[in-house]
């Protein structure tokens, strides 16, 4: 019999879309779903991920894709689909009780709610369709769980209600401010001087993320350093960091731009996702580094990461003239991992001629035939090594050991790996999941603007205003919403009569506020803002992020506490309004938006803006106090705060006891 399709084929979202043919009989999150789980009183089976996840596509062909185990999970369970990048307010809350119960997470999410308040009562993430790698099998999992709710019922009831009280402790309670200062910044600024590979560069053992934050940190503390010492270790972190992340696997070497992590110590094999919040964050932080380190390879990379997204993540054109970014390319291809992006010897000599191939492989690390190669997939070990590209060393180290100018190897470099990509694209390619984020274009703009500007690229600058301009235009919510004008989250494009039109969705949460306000602040900072029309007006970015500013501390300012919150007010589908503080991958919404109001004090003058930060820092100095690092990019705006003019900064410290 031929399968339908479930109800996630009338959503948009390139993930949800994915599982739209599984037989499972997904509902997407919403009250449809939690009112048939009423209704059956059966609980409701919760799985989060995200398109270009691995283990999500491994998990679908393995259980979801498979009769026998989709009947037990539609007979037992009704069940739940979320793209965790639609909706990262589920993610945050459901991961905070994985990461409580398992002492770790990861994705695909899987976690049983009780369906009345929706608190999870059960939690994990991969599970195989057998027992196998120390972890029991999935319908051996759903049959236990569907049993203990049937038979002990009150018992589940209770670690609900457990759980749920714990999540809310870790991700909503605010405690009362504590005084932070000068030793927490040091603090945060010693510890990463501690964590760091002298070797190898990056921060604690593999896997190792280019932790931006880290070294956004660092550039910033690097002015305050005082002392030669700690300058100098400052400068080598993070030159030993950013010299081995642009040399390594974890860059394309080849057609620019970074994927997600580095599997290994020496940033050499990548786990080969490429997300665009990486490419903003990297191209800004690079940019910035070359600024401050007078460094060309620096300046390059940030204009390699820049000149990959808009060839390979821009989108189309919509019926107002203006393109955004879209979120990422998978890691796979053909279920194999990173293969479009691999090579060997032979393929190399295919398109290059043997000459010129031996002289690249010796660059950038190819062994030669009848060698075993620096990278086999972990899923399909018994298949031929191949190799990842990388530089072992600096273009001017390369040179020199070539007996090469530097300007020799690069153009020579550059020429060959223009052959490989338009080889490479031949190939087949990695999945693109083609939704906008304002959230994560608003640091695709950041990286745009600041790299544009810096060097010279003006290209670079128009994507960034391209980009701002559709946000502010199509990503707006309509007069008669909830929320009537205000941003929304996510955004796919449709063909409507030969035209590109946006289908908008989602009311936007504070990261969305925070990462467009940061991309229009340096939008602003290009000069382009101030240049245009009449000079005696502020600017159209900074007027917008002015105006964004003051729509984000409506919707999600705390008055009495200072804090922000993550969530609009009065979202029935969630157990707890949460308000995070840990900067990871990418830096919490919070301290994105105390580093914001810094900035606009810096550009205005206007002393609110200093106090806000202020109170907005008190909120979380209890979380900074115990862990400047976990706290990171709170940190540096409070070694901002700390670096104001004395007027100013009294206005800011004032809420701290």
């Known amino acids: 019999m031929p399968r339908r399709d479930n109800r996630l084929a009338q959503e948009s979202s390139p993930y949800l879309l994915q599982h739209a043919r599984n037989p499972v009989d997904w509902y997407p999150w919403g009250d449809a779903a939690f009112a048939e789980a009423r209704r059956r009183g059966v609980p409701i089976f919760l799985s989060i991920g995200y398109s270009t996840c691995y283990w999500c596509h491994v998990m679908e062909r393995e259980s979801f894709e498979n009769e026998a185990i989709a009947k037990q999970m539609n007979e037992l369970f009704v069940c739940v689909k979320v793209d965790r990048e639609e909706r990262p307010d589920v993610d945050d809350v459901y991961m ?184 903003g964050q990297l191209a800004e932080v690079y940019s910035r580094a070359a600024k401050a380190f007078d460094d060309p390879m620096y300046a390059r990379t940030a204009s390699r990461v820049c000149e990959f997204a808009l060839r390979e993540l821009r989108s189309g054109a919509s019926d107002a003239g203006h393109t955004a970014f879209y979120s990422a390319l998978d890691a796979e291809v053909n279920h194999r991992e990173g293969q479009n992006y691999l090579w060997n010897a032979a393929e190399l000599r295919a398109v290059l001629g043997e000459q010129d191939a031996a002289w690249i492989a010796g ?64 190939r087949d390619q990695p999945g693109r999941d083609e939704k906008i984020l304002t959230a994560w274009n608003g640091l695709m703009i950041a990286g745009l603007a600041h790299t544009g500007a810096s060097h010279g690229r003006a290209d670079f600058v128009d994507a960034a205003e391209s980009a701002a301009r559709f946000v502010l235009t199509h990503m707006r919510a309509p007069a008669e919403d909830a929320y009537p004008d205000g941003l929304l989250r996510s955004c796919v494009l449709r063909h409507v009569n030969g035209a590109i039109v946006p289908a908008a969705k989602i009311p936007a949460f504070l990261d969305d506020y925070a990462g467009l306000i940061h991309g229009l602040i340096e939008l602003h900072r290009t000069g382009r803002d101030t240049a245009r029309g009449d000079a005696s007006r502020p600017g159209f970015y900074l007027e917008e992020s002015q105006r964004l500013m003051e729509e984000a501390e409506a919707r999600f300012g705390d008055p009495e506490t200072g804090a922000y919150f993550d969530t609009l007010a009065g979202q029935s589908d969630l157990f707890v309004r949460a308000r995070t503080q840990y900067d990871g991958a990418i830096p919490s919404a919070s301290s994105t938006m105390l580093n914001n109001l810094l900035d606009l004090h810096a550009m205005t003058g206007d002393s609110k803006y200093a106090a806000r930060a202020g109170r907005c820092l008190a909120s979380m100095s209890v979380f900074v106090a115990g862990s400047p690092v976990g706290g990171i990019n709170t940190a540096r705006g409070l070694l901002r705060i700390l670096a104001l003019d004395p007027g100013a900064r009294a206005a800011a410290m004032a809420a701290i006891p």
Request: glycine letters at 8%.
């Open 96 to 279: 905070t009780a994985v990461q409580i119960m398992t002492r770790s997470g990861g994705w695909p999410m899987s976690v049983f709610l009780e369906p009345d308040s929706l608190r999870p009562f059960w939690c994990g993430t991969y599970f195989p369709p057998e027992t196998r790698y120390g972890r029991p099998g999935f319908p051996q999992i759903l049959s236990g769980i569907s049993e203990a709710w049937t038979t002990q019922r009150a018992d589940i009831l209770k670690q609900a209600e457990e759980l749920g009280t714990a999540v809310k402790e870790q991700i909503a309670e605010l405690a009362v401010p504590v005084y932070v200062g000068e030793a927490e910044v040091a603090q945060a600024a010693g510890s990463l001087l501690k964590m760091h590979d002298r070797v190898h560069g990056g921060f604690g053992s593999a896997p190792k993320f280019p932790q931006t934050c880290y070294l956004e940190f660092l550039l910033t503390f690097r002015a305050y350093a005082g002392d030669d010492d700690t300058q100098q270790a400052i400068d080598a972190a993070m030159n030993v960091t950013l010299d081995r992340m642009a040399l390594g696997g974890i860059f394309d070497q080849v057609g620019g731009g970074f994927h997600r992590y580095s599997t290994d110590e020496k940033w050499l094999v990548p786990h080969f996702e490429k997300m665009l919040y990486d490419q």
């Open 363 to 426: 660059v950038l690390g190819v062994a030669p035939v009848g060698k075993e190669g620096n990278f086999r997939d972990p899923h399909h070990p018994n298949e031929p090594a191949s190799n990842v590209l990388s530089l072992n060393d600096r273009p001017a180290m390369v040179a020199a050991k070539l007996g090469m100018s530097e300007d020799a190897v690069r153009t020579r470099l550059d020429s060959l790996c223009a052959a490989l990509y338009q080889a490479r694209a031949k």
